[in-house]
């Protein structure tokens, strides 16, 4: 049907656990553009790799 990773097809249908190895993330995608996907990845309140990169840039 096309092209897109599997991944996609799975997040479109809604939240999907993974994305962080720290913690419970979950993954959601959007789709600003046709063709682009942007993955965001949903830490817990007390994953250390958010701590980590709310304490520094990002
Ligand atoms: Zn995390």
Redesign the pocket.
């Known amino acids: 049907m096309s092209a897109r990773p599997d991944l996609f097809d799975h997040l479109e249908e809604g939240p999907m656990p993974g994305?962080?190895n720290?913690?419970d993330?979950y993954l959601t995608a959007e789709v600003p553009f046709r063709g682009v996907y942007l993955v965001h990845?949903h830490?817990?309140d007390r994953?250390?790799?958010?701590r980590s990169r709310a304490a520094g840039s990002n």
Do not use: E, N
């Open positions: 994305g962080c720290f913690c993330a990845v830490h817990d994953c250390p790799v958010l």
